[in-house]
């Protein structure tokens, strides 16, 4: 409990001076005027006032303020996502980017790019990528798991073939498409958050919040998988159903997340295993303080990315990749010491 | 909230099992067929699950016993024959009503996470979430621990434990469930001398008690000596079927295991001891 508090105070502060940094630097204390002169508003209360600097209220609202929501929320969902995939096949090491399920969402967001899809207007992206996110993890799911257990070789081996197939089909993809296309596949690739809108933060927002309601209500179930699936459905879970939910949920929240960034790896892999080092492996804890760290290390990932380098947007993909493919390599060692082997 | 609440509004429709005596076995197992592989592991077998019994199932390396429990816990459907728990075939019965009837202790004891052993055992409370045992959760899960010698291990890791230490504390999640049915496979198997006869004594409590008790062993001094009743598998079949002391003859076991064994009493107190043979005496003591 103090871990959710402490986080949900961090991430808090994060947004706020997250709000607060950049080219046109607003102090955090006029971000947090401005939050109340608007919240005021809506109630009808005169409280708080506008930044100082002419163009400050614009630059909050217009472009900080839906970024660093879209960080936050898709943050979150990488995070829940994360602990949900792992308690599902039993292997602290399933991640949505290593598995593939992040590469069979891109997939998806890649052609409604290419093909100028738009029958959904804003939800076009989420959706096509939430349908090829499902049906890849549908797949991975059904061929990676032995008697419950998703052994390490398997899973690993697995994410290689998936995102073998899943780069092939980017690659197509952007061998079909126009000029344009391209460059927005390729930056879009990357991951970033530069040009978050508005619109995006609507469509993802109610999203994620279904999704993450949805892993609350079935963490007592997730925790009794770590027992195995036949001792799961000896304690009266019904495992069928219950595996279904998990993988619909997993690929609600990454589609949402990838549809409007891009891939953003290792979150989902790095935050669950640090908060299962502080307050153990039950989902009940694991699974919130996954969301809210998850949001934070985006919030705080995203304010490096354009921050780190002067008139720079650095793709956050990158960002995360550098720090989290290190971090998987020495899960790995680790898993391969305690095992005293790959099992 | 409004999910909790709509989980907890379906949860009421769970048919709660019935505690007072209720006429006939626990289990009812009829010409049971399961055919793995092409290749028929158990053929037409009849099992009765008494309450207030503890029932050994002994048999050879591959003769059905494993699959048997499985067909009885209700996780295989086999392919000829019916099973029938509380008097209904086990596919009537939803996964949590199977749960608030029967617990399973199964021979490999995973866990996939660094959970604590006392989380481990909380989980065998899971079946009476949102009914009025949940008040019991808390002594049960004490009680249980005690009962298995693990109370000690409570804020230890499960993946940090020995097999012995495991193997008691899947038991105590087992217990905690506290179900009228209890099917225990190999539970003695990695244990010393002393939590086995502890184990043994605690499931014969618990038949005495009122439960059935199902105990799949290779121990057949322990199932000698703590049984009500013993089930001889071989070859996918029942051998024989009866009190220790009628079944477990020299002549049956020795055709049964494919090797010699005595069947002795204990010169004090009369129990039985069961003994391997030598096939060749001669050859393993030599006098010279």
Known sequence: MALLVA????????AIVAAAVGQLPIAPSEVLGSVLHRVGGWVGLDIGSVPSHPRGEAALWNVRSPRVLLAALVGAALGGA??????VFGNPLAEPSVIGVSGGAAVGACSVIVFGWSFLGSYTVPAIAFATALGT????YAMARHGGRTEVVTLVLMGIAVNAVTAAVIAYLVFLGDSQAREQIVFWQLGSFNGSRWEAVRVVAPVVAVGLAGVMAITRQLDLLALGERSARHLGVNVERLRLTSIVIVSLLVASGVAFVGIIAFIGLIVPHLVRMVVGPSHRTLVPASVLGGALLVVIADVVARTAVDYADLPIGMLTALVGGPFFFWMLHRTRTAAGGWG | MSVATTLRGLRRDVRRPDRSATPGPAIRARGIGVVLDGASVLYDVDVDVDTGHLLALVGPNGAGKSTLLSVLAGDRQPERGAVELDGLPVGSWSAVEMAMRRAVLL??????????????????????AGQPEEADDERRVVESMAATDVSHLAERTVPSLSGGERA???????????TGILLLDEPTAALDVRHQEQVLALAADAAAAGRA???????????????????VLAGGSVAADGA???????PLLSEVYEHPIDVLRHPQDGRLLIVPGHDRPSATIRHT
């Open chain 2, 244 to 250: 220790p002391a009628d079944v477990l003859t020299a």
């Open chain 2, 213 to 231: 008790v199902v105990v799949v062993m290779h121990d057949l001094g322990l199932a000698a000596a703590h049984a009500d009743r013993v089930v």
């Open chain 1, 82 to 87: 994360g602990a949900v995939l792992q308690a």
């Open chain 2, 107 to 128: 021979q490999q004891v995973t866990m996939s996470f660094p959970f604590t052993v006392r989380q481990m055992v909380e989980m065998g409370r899971a079946p009476w």
């Open chain 2, 168 to 178: 008691r504390a899947a038991l105590a999640r087992v217990l905690a469930q506290d």
């Open chain 1, 137 to 140: 993890t549908l797949v991975i």
């Open chain 1, 7 to 14: 986080l949900g105070v961090a991430l808090v502060a994060a």
